[in-house]
Each structure stands twice: as structure tokens, then as C-alpha cells.
């Protein structure tokens, strides 16, 4: 059975919603390029990065075409990367949700 990198990427995507994190993970890329942006631990960013750069380049450590082996390079690093990039994506959520409440708290009115 053979498959393509392609279809390794779809089906390694899937794992834990990745697919449903795929705006919070935008959002996040936003606001780290922004000034007082959210702050990630750059080893759950950075990793992933390099790892989508390594699926989608023709060069491989291991070749596709060598049974077994060639696939499970890329299904290693996916198995890495996914999770890191979800849990930063988690943490992001939390931040803005902070954010958002100590807004809302700064913009009440003392009243004595």
C-alpha cells in the first residue's frame, strides 16, 4: 500500500480536532507578529513550522518509495509536531480568554 505524502498530511491533521484549530492557530500567528502579542514557547511553533516544510520538500532523510520505512519518517514527525502545535494552540486560547476578562474589568467604574 502506498501512500502520499498528501494523504500522510490529511490523515495526521485529523488527530484531535487539528482540523477545528486550524483558525485558532492563525489567530495566534497574528498576534505573535503584532507588538504586545501573545508570547509562545517558540519550540511548539518553530518545530511544527520545520516539519510542515519538511513533508511538503521533495528531499527526505528516508524516501517514500522504501516500504514501511519511508512513510513512517513522516508519520514520526507529524506525531511530534501535531500535538506541540496544539498545545501551544490550547495555550492561546487561554491567554486571549485572559485577555479578554482583564479588559472587561479594566473598563469598569469605581463607584464610593
Known amino acids: 500500500m502506498k501512500l502520499s505524502k498528501i494523504a500522510l498530511a490529511k490523515?495526521?491533521?485529523?488527530?484531535k480536532g487539528f482540523i477545528k484549530k486550524i483558525p485558532v492557530i492563525a489567530r495566534m500567528i497574528k498576534s505573535v507578529?503584532?507588538?504586545?502579542?501573545?508570547?509562545?514557547?517558540?519550540k511548539n511553533v518553530i518545530l511544527p513550522g520545520l516539519v510542515f516544510v519538511y513533508l511538503i520538500s521533495p528531499l527526505d532523510i528516508l524516501?517514500?518509495?522504501?516500504?514501511?520505512?519511508?512513510v513512517l519518517d513522516d508519520l514520526a514527525l507529524l506525531a511530534l509536531a501535531i500535538p506541540m502545535l496544539i498545545s501551544e494552540a490550547e495555550k492561546f486560547v487561554a491567554w486571549e480568554a485572559?485577555?479578554?476578562?482583564s479588559k472587561q474589568i479594566s473598563e469598569a467604574e469605581i463607584i464610593s
Open 11 to 15: 490523515e495526521a491533521f485529523k488527530h
Open 63 to 70: 524516501p517514500d518509495w522504501i516500504p514501511v520505512i519511508g
Open 98 to 101: 485572559e485577555l479578554k476578562n
Open 33 to 42: 507578529m503584532t507588538k504586545g502579542g501573545y508570547k509562545p514557547e517558540y
